[in-house]
Each structure stands twice: as structure tokens, then as C-alpha cells.
């Protein structure tokens, strides 16, 4: 079963022919990065413009570079929400319009279970049931997923994503947008060990997260050194350094936690954080030493994409048989109805 995935719900605009939810043919990308970057954030209106812009060209990319067309597609997929409800429109309403056209089955997809579906787009087995952490800009949650039936959230944090505390922190010390990737670059370079930033909520027995306080810290830190006159620029690598290191102890601590709570031998990390090469490394670590199995999508699978909506699309068609078609419409926090998606 050959399904299109669409996802537009931030400002990334991608699409995705993938084959029987694991076989990625195409996965074509349209960063606006560029166009955010003065702004040190996404503006949403500049988003949702660039997406009806792009969003047919990406579409059409997708397929020519899968080798099908429309008329050989099982159905399409696209991202229903949580994101930029302008932005998610724009990809509801496409497909909408593409299913119309084409009487093609059309399912939406959570944003968060699309992450999740991700780790299955290398042609793995995962056996269930698992926990999963899904770290980017805009979400940090920690769930059950059981070897059949919903998901269940059980840790997220109380205000700040970890991803939003890498874009912040960045921003603070003079790095580009986007931050993460920038703080992972400059951090090969700097002392962790230097300053010893607060690791929210990680004596709390709770799953939950907090990284609000922690930009804090960093922000009274560079204050406190006149950051960057008296404190040149020479000591951006051991700040950066040190304030990833305090995000990804929580990250790490809560999520074995988790594992440990519910007893499995499976953890799944991903969300565009999961790219971030000391995360991957330290968990890939903890969980040899535990005897747990790791499983972390590629980088390219990590941050927001269209095979993961085609993925999910296809699990959930599989298991359901069933699709809402045109009454398909943004929703802020759509279901989550897991459905054991990854395990089959």
C-alpha cells in the first residue's frame, strides 16, 4: 500500500510517498529557515504564506521522485494538528482537495504519533510495549505505548520544550537560528563540567520536566560575567555546553525513569531534539547498559517530515480499516489512538 504523507505543521512544508508504512520512496523538504532566522523564531503568519507557496510543488516533487502518481495511491495522510493552525490548514486543506479529486482514502494524523511512527521507517521490528520520548521545539512528552490500544501520556513538561530551551538559549548567546543544531555544533568544543546549571524536577519521583528555570540561569549567568564584554565570545562553547548538558540529564534521567516504572525492555526517542548527537549518545550508553533496546529514527526521520505522516497514515489505515475523509479538519490536540502502531 502505497500512502502520501503531508505535513505542515509548523514551518517546514513536507511530503512523502512511503510503501506498507516502512518503505520510504520519497521524502522531499521545504526549510524555511531562511526566512525565520531574523526573526529568531517562526513567525506564523510568514509560515502559513510560505506553505501555500510551496505546498503543490513539494506535493508534485514527492511523487515524481516516488515513480507513482496519484491514481496508484492507497490513501493520503496528513498532519491534523497539534501546530500553527494556519499552517495546518494548509496541508488539511490540500489533501482534502487531492482525496476529493482523486477518491482517495484521506486520514489525519496527530503531529506526536507521526513522531513516533517514525522509528519504524527503517524496516524494524520493536517489540512492545515501549516507552517513547518526543522532544522538539514546540513538545517534551514521555509516553506508554502498549502492545495494543491508545498511547498514554505520562510525563511532558510543565512550560518550556526542551527544543524552544535550545532556540532560547542560543539566541542568548549570539548563536543562529535554528538554536539546537548550533548548541550540539559548538558544544564539541566546550567544558559541560564548568557551570553547573539546575536540572529541573530531576529529584522529583514525577515524569514530568520543567527547562523555564533553566534558561533562566543561563540568562542571569551571562549577566552576572557582563556576557559578552568581559566574558568574551572564547567561552560560548563551555556555556553551551554546559546548559546541553543539563537538558539532556533530565531528558535521559526521565526517560529511563520511565522505562523502569512500566518495566520495558524497548525505548523509543525521537522529535527534531533526538538529532541532537549527545542525547543519541548517552541514551545509546544507558540503555546498552541496562539491557534495553534503542531505537532513534535517523536524523533525516527526526526533525518534521512527510514519511512519518505516511507512516502513520498507513498503521493506522491497517489496523482500522476506516478513514474521516473531507469531514477532516485542524484540531489543536487531536486523538491519540496508537493502536500499537509501531509493534506490527
Known amino acids: 500500500m502505497l500512502f502520501l504523507g503531508i505535513e505542515t505543521s509548523c514551518d517546514e512544508t513536507a511530503a512523502a510517498v512511503v510503501e506498507d508504512g516502512r518503505k520510504v520512496l520519497s521524502n522531499v523538504l521545504h526549510s524555511q529557515e531562511q526566512i525565520h532566522r531574523k526573526y529568531g523564531g517562526v513567525v506564523p503568519e510568514l509560515a502559513s504564506r510560505q506553505h501555500v507557496a510551496v505546498i ?15 491514481r496508484d495511491l492507497s490513501g493520503i495522510a496528513v498532519t491534523q494538528g497539534p501546530g500553527l493552525m494556519g499552517a495546518l490548514l494548509v496541508g488539511v486543506s490540500f489533501g482534502k482537495a ?11 494524523v496527530n503531529h506526536l504519533e507521526g513522531h513516533i511512527a517514525a522509528v519504524r521507517l527503517e524496516n524494524r521490528s520493536i517489540e512492545l510495549p515501549a516507552v517513547a520520548l518526543v522532544v522538539s521545539g514546540g513538545h517534551t512528552n514521555i509516553y ?6 491508545p498511547l498514554e501520556l505520562v510525563g511532558q513538561t510543565i512550560d518550556d520544550a526542551a527544543g524552544e530551551a535550545f532556540d532560547k ?9 535554528p538554536g539546537g543544531p548550533e548548541i550540539d555544533r559548538i558544544s564539541k568544543t566546550g567544558d559541560p563540567t564548568r557551570i553547573n546549571f539546575p536540572r529541573p524536577y530531576l529529584k522529583n519521583d514525577s515524569l514530568d520536566m520543567s527547562f523555564s528555570g533553566l534558561k533562566t540561569s543561563l540568562r542571569y549567568y551571562l549577566e552576572r560575567s557582563s556576557f559578552p564584554h568581559a566574558c568574551g565570545q572564547q567561552n560560548v562553547p563551555d556555556f553551551a555546553a554546559a546548559f546541553q548538558e543539563a537538558i539532556v540529564d533530565v531528558l535521559v534521567e526521565k526517560t529511563i525513569k520511565a522505562a523502569d516504572r512500566y518495566g520495558v525492555s524497548s525505548v523509543c526517542v525521537t522529535g527534531g531534539v533526538a538529532a541532537n548527537t549527545v542525547l543519541r549518545g548517552r541514551l545509546a550508553g544507558v540503555c546498552k547498559e541496562r539491557g534495553r533496546s534503542l531505537y532513534i529514527p535517523n536524523p533525516t526521520y527526526c526533525t518534521d517530515n512527510g514519511a512519518m505522516i505516511a507512516a502513520a497514515g498507513y498503521f493506522h489505515f491497517h489496523r ?11 484540531r489543536t490536540a487531536p486523538p491519540m489512538t496508537g493502536l ?3 509493534g506490527v
Not at 503543490?56 to 516516488?66: G, H, I, R, Y
Not at 482500522?320 to 485542524?330: Q, Y
Request: proline fraction near 5%.
Open 340 to 342: 500499537g502502531f509501531i
Open 144 to 149: 506508554f505505548v502498549p502492545a495494543d490500544g
Open 56 to 70: 503543490s510543488d513539494v506535493v508534485c516533487t514527492a511523487l515524481e521522485k516516488a515513480g507513482v502518481e496519484l
Open 169 to 177: 538559549g542560543a539566541k542568548m548567546l549570539g548563536l543562529s537560528y
Open 320 to 330: 482500522r480499516r476506516e478513514a474521516p475523509g473531507l469531514a477532516l479538519s485542524p
Open 98 to 108: 487531492l482525496a476529493y479529486r482523486h477518491n482517495l482514502k484521506l486520514i489525519g
